[in-house]
Nanobody, 128 residues
Framework: VQLQASGGGLVQGGGSLRLSCATSGFTFRNYVMGWFRQAPGKEREFVAAISDSGHITRHADSVKGRFTISRDNTKNTLYLQMTSLKSEDTAVYYC??????????????????????WGQGTQVTVSS
């Protein structure tokens, strides 16, 4: 299982970024996928998750209405569209892959999955 997040960078407050997570080594369409983030000195926190088909999503309250998770099962890629960025969104963003049904995956309830595979993160820095 390989996950490679990209698309991070430095952006001004109110700006937008789109993160991508390119995957390989597994059957992407069979996995629940998610995004987490970790700010300096803080624990990793849930951002968003999406079902294997892409029909069901969940977003953390802190990003609801601003971030949108999506996936392209033909390209084996996960996305996170981020708009109206705030300084508190500054963190390293990680993608996660959980081989599970949506109802059984901890990602569907916004929690960490110990089974999940993780990629290297991408840094997002929002200047105020």
């Amino acid at each position: 299982v390989q996950l490679q997040a990209s698309g991070g960078g430095l952006v001004q407050g109110g700006g937008s970024l789109r993160l991508s997570c390119a995957t390989s080594g597994f059957t992407f369409r069979n996995y629940v996928m998610g995004w987490f983030r970790q700010a300096p000195g803080k624990e990793r926190e849930f951002v968003a998750a999406i079902s294997d088909s892409g029909h069901i999503t969940r977003h953390a309250d802190s990003v609801k209405g601003r971030f949108t998770i999506s996936r392209d099962n033909t390209k084996n890629t996960l996305y996170l569209q981020m708009t109206s960025l705030k300084s508190e969104d500054t963190a390293v963003y990680y993608c996660a892959a959980d081989y599970s049904s949506w109802v059984r995956s901890p990602l569907s309830s916004g929690t960490y999955s110990p089974r999940a595979d993780w990629g290297q993160g991408t840094q997002v820095t929002v200047s105020s």
